[in-house]
Protein backbone atom coordinates (compact mmCIF):
# COMPACT_ATOMS: atom_id res chain seq x y z
CA UNK A 1 0.00 0.00 0.00
CA UNK A 2 1.20 3.30 -0.87
CA UNK A 3 -1.03 5.92 1.19
CA UNK A 4 -2.43 4.96 4.48
CA UNK A 5 -5.82 7.34 5.10
CA UNK A 6 -6.30 7.01 9.14
CA UNK A 7 -10.03 7.89 9.75
CA UNK A 8 -11.12 8.52 14.26
CA UNK A 9 -14.60 7.69 14.52
CA UNK A 10 -16.90 7.91 17.86
CA UNK A 11 -20.74 8.11 18.14
CA UNK A 12 -21.34 9.11 13.68
CA UNK A 13 -23.42 6.62 12.52
CA UNK A 14 -25.44 8.85 10.32
CA UNK A 15 -22.41 9.71 8.47
CA UNK A 16 -19.92 7.35 8.33
CA UNK A 17 -20.90 5.04 5.22
CA UNK A 18 -20.84 8.27 3.31
CA UNK A 19 -17.47 9.26 4.57
CA UNK A 20 -16.22 5.37 4.15
CA UNK A 21 -17.95 4.98 0.56
CA UNK A 22 -15.40 8.33 -0.19
CA UNK A 23 -12.66 5.96 0.53
CA UNK A 24 -13.52 2.71 -1.50
CA UNK A 25 -14.29 4.14 -4.60
CA UNK A 26 -10.80 6.16 -4.90
CA UNK A 27 -9.35 6.37 -8.31
CA UNK A 28 -6.44 5.79 -6.60
CA UNK A 29 -6.96 1.83 -5.66
CA UNK A 30 -3.92 1.10 -3.84
CA UNK A 31 -4.62 2.71 -0.43
CA UNK A 32 -4.63 0.88 2.96
CA UNK A 33 -7.84 2.59 5.33
CA UNK A 34 -7.17 2.66 8.58
CA UNK A 35 -10.56 2.80 10.37
CA UNK A 36 -10.38 3.69 14.64
CA UNK A 37 -13.27 3.07 16.98
CA UNK A 38 -12.52 5.28 20.15
CA UNK A 39 -15.03 3.54 21.89
CA UNK A 40 -18.62 4.05 20.11
CA UNK A 41 -21.93 3.90 21.95
CA UNK A 42 -23.64 3.69 18.76
CA UNK A 43 -24.17 1.31 15.63
CA UNK A 44 -20.19 2.93 14.51
CA UNK A 45 -18.54 -0.79 14.84
CA UNK A 46 -21.31 -2.71 13.35
CA UNK A 47 -20.91 -0.48 10.43
CA UNK A 48 -17.21 -0.88 10.23
CA UNK A 49 -17.64 -4.70 10.70
CA UNK A 50 -19.57 -4.97 7.62
CA UNK A 51 -17.26 -2.48 5.41
CA UNK A 52 -14.32 -4.88 6.72
CA UNK A 53 -15.78 -7.70 5.58
CA UNK A 54 -16.19 -6.37 2.09
CA UNK A 55 -12.69 -4.96 1.38
CA UNK A 56 -9.57 -6.09 2.46
CA UNK A 57 -8.03 -2.87 2.19
CA UNK A 58 -9.97 -1.84 4.96
CA UNK A 59 -8.49 -2.37 8.87
CA UNK A 60 -10.33 -1.70 11.77
CA UNK A 61 -9.17 -1.20 15.21
CA UNK A 62 -11.44 -1.08 17.84
CA UNK A 63 -10.17 0.73 21.51
CA UNK A 64 -11.46 2.90 24.44
CA UNK A 65 -12.20 6.59 24.15
CA UNK A 66 -9.09 8.54 23.86
CA UNK A 67 -10.28 11.70 21.62
CA UNK A 68 -9.49 12.76 17.90
CA UNK A 69 -6.17 12.89 18.60
CA UNK A 70 -5.74 9.54 20.55
CA UNK A 71 -7.20 7.74 17.72
CA UNK A 72 -5.43 9.09 14.94
CA UNK A 73 -2.09 8.08 17.25
CA UNK A 74 -3.38 4.56 17.73
CA UNK A 75 -4.39 5.11 13.37
CA UNK A 76 -0.41 5.85 12.89
CA UNK A 77 0.94 2.64 14.61
CA UNK A 78 -0.81 0.26 12.33
CA UNK A 79 -0.63 2.37 9.18
CA UNK A 80 2.36 0.72 6.85
CA UNK A 81 2.01 2.88 3.77
CA UNK A 82 4.79 5.15 2.67
CA UNK A 83 2.23 8.54 2.88
CA UNK A 84 -0.31 9.04 5.61
CA UNK A 85 -3.44 10.89 5.02
CA UNK A 86 -5.98 11.76 7.69
CA UNK A 87 -10.11 11.83 7.32
CA UNK A 88 -12.78 12.83 9.79
CA UNK A 89 -15.37 10.37 10.25
CA UNK A 90 -18.25 13.22 9.39
CA UNK A 91 -16.44 14.54 6.45
CA UNK A 92 -15.70 12.79 3.08
CA UNK A 93 -13.14 13.34 0.10
CA UNK A 94 -13.62 13.61 -3.93
CA UNK A 95 -12.80 10.26 -5.52
CA UNK A 96 -9.22 11.69 -6.84
CA UNK A 97 -7.86 13.15 -3.82
CA UNK A 98 -5.14 10.57 -3.41
CA UNK A 99 -4.51 9.41 -7.31
CA UNK A 100 -3.55 13.76 -7.09
CA UNK A 101 -1.61 13.79 -4.13
CA UNK A 102 0.27 10.86 -4.82
CA UNK A 103 1.46 10.85 -8.19
CA UNK A 104 2.23 14.73 -7.40
CA UNK A 105 4.23 13.75 -4.67
CA UNK A 106 6.36 10.93 -5.86
CA UNK A 107 7.00 12.65 -9.23
CA UNK A 108 8.88 15.65 -7.56
CA UNK A 109 10.11 13.49 -4.38
CA UNK A 110 7.51 15.94 -2.07
CA UNK A 111 7.17 15.11 1.81
CA UNK A 112 4.00 16.58 2.00
CA UNK A 113 1.40 17.45 -0.98
CA UNK A 114 -1.50 20.15 0.68
CA UNK A 115 -4.72 21.04 -0.84
CA UNK A 116 -8.10 23.10 0.20
CA UNK A 117 -10.55 22.10 1.56
CA UNK A 118 -14.25 23.54 1.31
CA UNK A 119 -17.22 23.89 3.83
CA UNK A 120 -20.47 21.67 3.59
CA UNK A 121 -23.67 22.99 5.60
CA UNK A 122 -27.05 21.46 5.81
CA UNK A 123 -28.35 24.67 5.64
CA UNK A 124 -26.75 26.50 2.64
CA UNK A 125 -24.34 26.44 -0.13
CA UNK A 126 -21.04 25.31 -0.02
CA UNK A 127 -18.25 27.76 1.31
CA UNK A 128 -15.15 27.95 -0.80
CA UNK A 129 -12.45 29.43 1.42
CA UNK A 130 -9.29 29.64 -0.74
CA UNK A 131 -8.85 30.45 -4.45
CA UNK A 132 -9.38 26.93 -6.42
CA UNK A 133 -7.21 27.90 -9.33
CA UNK A 134 -6.09 24.56 -9.97
CA UNK A 135 -2.16 25.52 -9.74
CA UNK A 136 0.55 23.65 -8.46
CA UNK A 137 3.32 24.88 -6.61
CA UNK A 138 6.38 23.53 -5.50
CA UNK A 139 7.71 25.10 -2.50
CA UNK A 140 10.41 25.50 0.71
CA UNK A 141 8.82 24.72 4.02
CA UNK A 142 9.30 28.56 4.89
CA UNK A 143 7.01 29.49 1.83
CA UNK A 144 4.68 26.93 2.72
CA UNK A 145 4.68 28.01 6.62
CA UNK A 146 4.25 31.36 5.56
CA UNK A 147 0.66 30.92 3.61
CA UNK A 148 -0.01 28.15 7.12
CA UNK A 149 0.23 30.90 9.46
CA UNK A 150 -1.17 33.58 7.43
CA UNK A 151 -4.48 30.76 6.94
CA UNK A 152 -3.88 31.35 3.27
CA UNK A 153 -3.78 27.46 3.25
CA UNK A 154 -5.83 25.65 5.20
CA UNK A 155 -3.99 24.53 8.99
CA UNK A 156 -5.93 20.94 8.73
CA UNK A 157 -3.88 17.64 8.88
CA UNK A 158 -6.84 16.64 6.67
CA UNK A 159 -6.14 18.38 3.50
CA UNK A 160 -2.25 17.02 2.87
CA UNK A 161 -0.46 13.38 2.47
CA UNK A 162 2.64 13.21 4.59
CA UNK A 163 5.42 10.80 4.77
CA UNK A 164 4.97 8.41 7.26
CA UNK A 165 8.45 8.56 8.26
CA UNK A 166 7.75 11.95 10.01
CA UNK A 167 5.43 11.06 12.50
CA UNK A 168 8.51 8.74 14.32
CA UNK A 169 9.44 11.79 16.42
CA UNK A 170 5.79 13.79 15.92
CA UNK A 171 2.33 12.85 17.45
CA UNK A 172 -1.10 14.96 17.81
CA UNK A 173 -1.48 16.25 20.92
CA UNK A 174 -4.15 14.13 22.95
CA UNK A 175 -6.90 15.39 25.04
CA UNK A 176 -6.89 18.62 23.53
CA UNK A 177 -9.17 20.52 21.07
CA UNK A 178 -7.16 22.03 17.73
CA UNK A 179 -4.52 19.18 17.62
CA UNK A 180 -4.08 20.26 14.03
CA UNK A 181 -3.07 23.37 14.85
CA UNK A 182 -0.26 22.52 17.04
CA UNK A 183 1.20 19.75 15.31
CA UNK A 184 0.78 20.95 11.13
CA UNK A 185 3.34 23.60 11.27
CA UNK A 186 6.15 21.54 12.78
CA UNK A 187 5.91 18.94 9.93
CA UNK A 188 6.20 21.01 7.38
CA UNK A 189 9.33 22.26 9.05
CA UNK A 190 10.80 19.41 9.58
CA UNK A 191 10.13 18.50 5.22
CA UNK A 192 12.32 19.37 2.72
CA UNK A 193 10.39 19.91 -0.34
CA UNK A 194 6.61 20.27 0.30
CA UNK A 195 3.53 20.95 -2.76
CA UNK A 196 0.51 22.27 -2.67
CA UNK A 197 -2.80 21.76 -5.18
CA UNK A 198 -5.10 24.73 -5.02
CA UNK A 199 -7.97 22.49 -5.27
CA UNK A 200 -11.12 21.34 -2.65
CA UNK A 201 -10.50 17.94 -2.58
CA UNK A 202 -11.74 17.72 1.27
CA UNK A 203 -15.18 18.20 1.70
CA UNK A 204 -15.39 19.43 5.68
CA UNK A 205 -19.25 19.07 7.13
CA UNK A 206 -19.94 21.93 9.61
CA UNK A 207 -22.26 20.33 12.35
CA UNK A 208 -23.25 22.68 14.82
CA UNK A 209 -23.10 19.99 17.51
CA UNK A 210 -19.27 18.99 16.86
CA UNK A 211 -17.23 19.59 19.88
CA UNK A 212 -15.18 22.07 18.33
CA UNK A 213 -18.35 24.33 17.84
CA UNK A 214 -19.22 24.13 21.29
CA UNK A 215 -18.60 27.33 23.04
CA UNK A 216 -17.01 25.72 26.34
CA UNK A 217 -13.97 27.15 28.39
CA UNK A 218 -11.93 24.20 26.85
CA UNK A 219 -12.79 24.81 23.31
CA UNK A 220 -11.74 28.55 23.72
CA UNK A 221 -8.12 28.03 26.00
CA UNK A 222 -7.41 25.18 24.01
CA UNK A 223 -7.75 27.32 20.26
CA UNK A 224 -5.56 30.10 22.77
CA UNK A 225 -3.34 27.54 23.61
CA UNK A 226 -2.57 26.29 20.11
CA UNK A 227 -1.99 29.71 19.11
CA UNK A 228 0.45 30.55 21.69
CA UNK A 229 2.23 27.92 20.79
CA UNK A 230 2.38 29.06 16.89
CA UNK A 231 2.95 32.61 17.86
CA UNK A 232 6.34 31.10 20.14
CA UNK A 233 7.57 28.85 16.91
CA UNK A 234 7.36 32.39 14.55
CA UNK A 235 9.42 34.17 16.78
CA UNK A 236 12.03 31.45 17.74
CA UNK A 237 12.59 30.34 14.09
CA UNK A 238 15.43 31.12 12.29
CA UNK A 239 13.46 31.29 8.96
CA UNK A 240 11.88 34.58 9.45
CA UNK A 241 13.26 38.25 9.12
CA UNK A 242 12.14 40.70 11.53
CA UNK A 243 9.68 42.21 8.52
CA UNK A 244 8.35 38.44 8.09
CA UNK A 245 7.65 37.90 11.37
CA UNK A 246 5.85 40.87 11.95
CA UNK A 247 3.60 39.47 8.62
CA UNK A 248 2.83 36.02 9.40
CA UNK A 249 2.32 36.97 13.15
CA UNK A 250 -0.96 38.81 12.73
CA UNK A 251 -3.16 36.42 12.05
CA UNK A 252 -2.28 34.23 14.71
CA UNK A 253 -1.79 36.99 17.19
CA UNK A 254 -5.60 38.07 16.68
CA UNK A 255 -6.99 34.65 17.02
CA UNK A 256 -4.40 33.95 19.81
CA UNK A 257 -6.11 37.59 21.55
CA UNK A 258 -9.98 36.45 20.73
CA UNK A 259 -10.04 33.06 22.64
CA UNK A 260 -7.94 34.21 24.94
CA UNK A 261 -10.67 36.79 25.82
CA UNK A 262 -13.77 34.36 25.80
CA UNK A 263 -11.54 31.84 27.68
CA UNK A 264 -10.78 34.28 30.76
CA UNK A 265 -14.40 34.44 30.41
CA UNK A 266 -15.91 31.56 30.30
CA UNK A 267 -13.72 30.43 33.09
CA UNK A 268 -15.43 29.24 36.04
CA UNK A 269 -13.47 27.11 38.41
CA UNK A 270 -10.10 27.79 39.83
CA UNK A 271 -8.09 25.73 37.55
CA UNK A 272 -9.55 27.15 34.66
CA UNK A 273 -9.15 30.87 36.31
CA UNK A 274 -5.15 29.99 36.77
CA UNK A 275 -4.98 28.24 33.24
CA UNK A 276 -6.31 31.01 31.54
CA UNK A 277 -4.46 33.92 33.21
CA UNK A 278 -1.25 31.80 33.07
CA UNK A 279 -1.37 32.71 29.37
CA UNK A 280 -1.84 36.67 29.82
CA UNK A 281 2.11 36.68 29.92
CA UNK A 282 2.36 35.22 26.61
CA UNK A 283 0.51 38.21 24.94
CA UNK A 284 4.32 39.26 24.53
CA UNK A 285 4.81 36.63 21.94
CA UNK A 286 3.38 39.33 19.43
CA UNK A 287 5.77 41.23 17.93
CA UNK A 288 5.66 44.75 18.62
CA UNK A 289 5.56 45.64 14.63
CA UNK A 290 2.50 43.61 14.14
CA UNK A 291 -0.17 45.67 13.05
CA UNK A 292 -3.10 44.35 14.84
CA UNK A 293 -6.56 45.20 13.38
CA UNK A 294 -8.19 47.98 16.06
CA UNK A 295 -10.51 44.54 17.65
CA UNK A 296 -7.49 42.81 18.63
CA UNK A 297 -5.53 46.06 19.97
CA UNK A 298 -8.53 46.65 22.41
CA UNK A 299 -8.84 43.20 23.37
CA UNK A 300 -5.00 43.42 24.06
CA UNK A 301 -5.85 46.57 26.28
CA UNK A 302 -8.81 44.90 27.68
CA UNK A 303 -6.96 41.79 28.91
CA UNK A 304 -4.29 43.94 30.36
CA UNK A 305 -6.23 45.81 32.26
CA UNK A 306 -8.94 43.09 33.72
CA UNK A 307 -6.57 40.27 34.21
Avoid at 138 to 149: A, G, R, Y
Avoid at 246 to 265: C, G, M, P, Y
Wanted: charged share 30%; glycine share 2%; with cysteine.
Amino acid sequence: MKVSIIVPIYNVEQYLANCIESLIHQTYANIEIVLVNDGSKDSSLAILREYEATDRRIKVIDQPNKGVAGARNTGLKDATADYVAFLDSDDYVSHDMYEDHYNYATEHDLDIVYSNHVKIFDDKDPVYSYRETGERRIMTPKEMLMLNFSHKIPVSSCTMIIKRKFFETKHFPEFSYYEDRRLTYKLINESIKVGYIDKAYYHYYTRVSSIVHTPKWKNYYDFAFAEKQRLKFINESPLFTDEERAQISKVVAETFLSKLRRANKKARTREEKAKSRALLKDMSLIPKECKLKFKSRFYKRLLKTIY
